[in-house]
């Protein structure tokens, strides 16, 4: 089975600094990747998501992700944050494209101004 | 842009009372998901339904959870009796037909057991 592991519950970085989020996977084959972002008191919004093809994915809001299959990771960046983004991060994994989605325990972000 | 709706944003109840949240998804989305999220976790899949049909509820607890989605429309998820374990988010999400990994999430139900 799939798995998901985020290991940074929280993360600070102060506005306009570049941001990276941890993701890392358990799955025997190549996954289907999501990050989901979770404002607080919202539910959720896709950023992003990886099948096949480039490993360099973009999103939306500016953020990107990379898919390292020697590292079992799938991390999200962004090259300069702002207070907007102060929120939930979740990364997930489905085995396919209408598979169940396991997601992680997320990693709150906090922007310092 | 089309939204899910959820109702009430906010419930409040005593253990052992029932409870029932709403789910309208997007007009067109064929599969409704009701999803979980205790405080500090990711959601997790309670009950999938494609049109009016059951395809995953593997992770319900059906000795006091139902969900149904009679006209294959809107949908309910009910806890009878509810317990202080329950207090959580419950999250529905729609997505379009074969599309499953485009889900778009409700702003969902804060739960609070008493």
């Known amino acids: 089975a799939q798995s998901v592991t985020q290991p940074d519950i929280h993360i600070t970085v102060s506005e306009g600094a570049s941001l990276e989020l941890r993701c890392n996977y358990s799955?025997?084959?190549?996954?289907?990747l999501f990050w989901y972002v979770q404002s607080p008191g919202q539910g959720l919004q896709l950023l992003l998501k990886?099948?096949?093809?480039?490993?360099l994915v973009q999103g939306i809001k500016g953020f990107e992700a990379e898919f390292k299959r020697s590292q079992s990771s799938f991390n999200l960046r962004k090259p300069s944050v702002h207070w907007s983004d102060a929120a939930e991060y979740f990364c997930a994994v489905a085995a396919g494209r209408d598979d169940k989605i396991i997601f992680g325990k997320g990693t709150r972000l906090h922007i310092l101004p | 842009e089309a939204e899910v709706a959820q109702s009430p944003r906010y419930k409040i109840t005593e253990k052992s009372q029932a409870v029932a949240f709403w789910c309208d998804p997007i007009s067109g989305h064929a599969t409704l998901y009701w999803y979980r999220q205790i405080l500090g976790q990711g959601p997790e899949l309670l009950v999938q339904?494609?049109?009016?049909?059951?395809?995953?509820d593997s992770q319900l607890p059906k000795d006091r959870f139902s969900a149904e989605r009679l006209k294959g429309v809107d949908s309910t998820l009910k806890i009878q009796p509810a317990e202080l374990g329950d207090s959580a988010m419950y999250l529905c999400?729609?997505?379009?037909?074969?599309?499953?990994?485009?889900?778009?999430f409700g702003p969902g139900t804060r739960l609070t057991v008493t």
């Open positions: 799955y025997g084959a190549t996954p289907y």
């Open positions: 999400a729609s997505s379009p037909p074969s599309k499953g990994y485009e889900q778009y």
């Open positions: 990886y099948f096949s093809g480039d490993t």
């Open positions: 339904f494609q049109d009016e049909s059951v395809v995953d």
